[in-house]
């Protein structure tokens, strides 16, 4: 049971009295993970966000992120974070972290930080103890109860518009802000869009063809398609590929906020726009197998030619179609790789 918030408060009020003295272990690093130039921005620094309106008074000396992939955008800046999330997902290891964050704390030379097991939601008690001086969250799903409850530890800088739909652009930008480094931020976009443009400009033949990408479909029900809308970083993430996104996705997206939507398999012809599928498959291909052989599914035309491609199981990859700043650079050759293979059979 997570702690009652009175408690936590309770903490941080005392961690507050007798630690507010304490040197800090976040900070800025260069790449060899030596100590930095100073951020770039002049503080106090105000961010606007969905929640509300947040100060940071003075430059953060212990940063700590919540929810998934925040840490990334310190870490890719050469701040090392006191407390990140525990990766639940395409952990490959097992050890909470994710191959490209390990990587990075490699090349920093810095210890793991505190991770946050969110399992049952956010561990205030553990954010509370790492004694942050800011804690990011651009790209998360904060509630308006979790935004206060972790706001009477430190300045919290949530996500710009709508929860779990902030763009890695904006990741970027948001968090890079709230620690005084928005220049290198600015950098670092630029960086990570040259790296996408050289990559994607091996394949030629991703260009203008259209994507969607399948989701919660179950191997044992294929009776209904689920898709992502274009208000998921996923789908939005084709666009920087080259790709486009149809009609039978972009039109129904148009008129909801939602981030999937999903159509009975009887209307199957209705995404015969589609050039490439991708989506999250399992291990052992049993959705591949289940969307071939099902009489509607197969129908398909990109299922018909070959020109579908699911991310396999849990594993690193599988997060690649969800960018972020760290694991852009990581996966991004493997899963354009991927899809090119899908487009050559959609020729």
Excluded at 134 to 147: C, E, M, N, P
Excluded at 235 to 248: E, M, N
Aim: proline share 6%; glycine share 8%.
């Amino acid at each position: 049971m997570r702690t009652p918030r009175l408690r936590v408060l309770a903490l941080v009020a005392a961690l507050l009295f007798g630690l507010a003295a304490c040197g800090g272990q976040s900070g800025d690093k260069d790449d060899s993970g030596t100590a930095g130039a100073g951020g770039s921005e002049q503080f106090p620094v105000t961010v606007k966000h969905a929640l509300g309106t947040t100060t940071i008074p003075s430059k953060p000396r212990r940063v700590a992120t919540v929810n998934w992939a925040n840490e990334e955008v310190p870490l890719a800046l050469g701040v090392v974070p006191v407390g990140m999330a525990k990766a639940n997902f395409g952990d490959d290891d097992g050890d909470g972290v994710l191959p490209w964050t390990e990587k990075r704390l490699k090349e920093l030379h810095a210890k793991t930080p505190v991770l946050f097991d969110e399992t049952d939601g956010i561990d205030f008690e553990a954010v509370a103890d790492t004694r942050p001086d800011v804690i990011l969250a651009a790209y998360s799903g904060l509630t308006k109860q979790d935004y206060e409850t972790l706001s009477e530890i430190a300045p919290v800088v949530a996500y710009p518009e709508a929860a779990w739909a902030t763009p890695w652009r904006d990741i970027i930008r948001v968090n890079s802000k709230a620690i005084g480094l928005a220049d290198k931020g600015d950098r670092l976009i630029g960086d990570l869009e040259t790296r996408i443009a050289k990559t994607v400009a091996k394949y030629p033949q991703l260009k203008g063809k259209s994507a969607m990408f399948l989701t919660h479909v179950s191997s044992k029900d294929v009776s209904q398609v689920g898709f992502y809308t274009t208000h998921d970083t996923r789908t939005q993430f084709f666009t920087d590929l080259g790709l486009k996104i149809p009609d039978s996705i972009s039109q129904p997206s148009a008129s909801t906020e939602k981030f999937v939507l999903t159509k009975s398999a009887e209307r199957i012809d209705d995404f015969n726009d589609v050039d490439i599928i991708t989506g999250y498959g399992d291990d052992k291909g049993e959705l591949l197998k289940a969307l071939r052989s099902d009489p509607l599914t197969s129908k398909l035309a990109a299922v018909k030619r070959g020109s579908i491609y699911l991310l396999p199981g849990s594993a690193p990859l599988a997060t690649a179609a969800n960018p972020t700043p760290l694991s852009i650079p990581y996966v991004l050759d493997d899963y354009v790789a991927a899809l090119a293979k899908a487009a050559d059979k959609a020729a």
